[in-house]
């Protein structure tokens, strides 16, 4: 059974900054491409970045490019989403995914095949 465990969110001030990890287990890490997605109170969850397997592909959101970094240790079985100069705007609840299939869209909330509980992130102004 594969198990998703996010950790990091909390509160912080516009401008700061957060890094929310992602420990997968029960799974072959190193075959999944992973993605952190998030959802709003009264919103759709929607994507905020992907990195391949390998690692040498990333994919972002247009509203966080140049603020959030995505990355992974397959040696960790970990993910990381290194979130900057956070926006009130950012706030929502925070979901890393996991999914095998390499062929479909890879910023689809859909296409994923296993989630974590979600961590909750709030930026203040």
């Known amino acids: 059974q594969v198990r998703l465990v996010e950790s990091g969110g909390g509160l912080v001030q516009a401008g700061g900054s957060l890094r929310l990890s992602c420990v997968v287990s029960g799974g072959t890490f190193s075959g999944y491409d992973m993605g952190w997605f998030r959802q709003a109170p009264g919103k759709e969850r929607e994507f905020v970045a992907a990195?391949?397997?390998?690692?040498?592909?990333?994919f972002y959101a247009d509203s966080v490019k140049g603020r959030f970094t995505i990355s992974r240790d397959n040696a960790k079985a970990t993910v990381y989403l290194q979130m900057n100069s956070l926006k009130p705007e950012d706030t929502a609840v925070y979901y890393c995914a996991a999914r095998e299939s390499a062929i479909v869209r890879i910023t689809y909330t859909r296409n994923y095949d296993y989630w974590g509980q979600g961590t909750q992130v709030i930026v203040s102004s």
């Open positions: 990195v391949s397997r390998s690692g040498l592909s990333l």
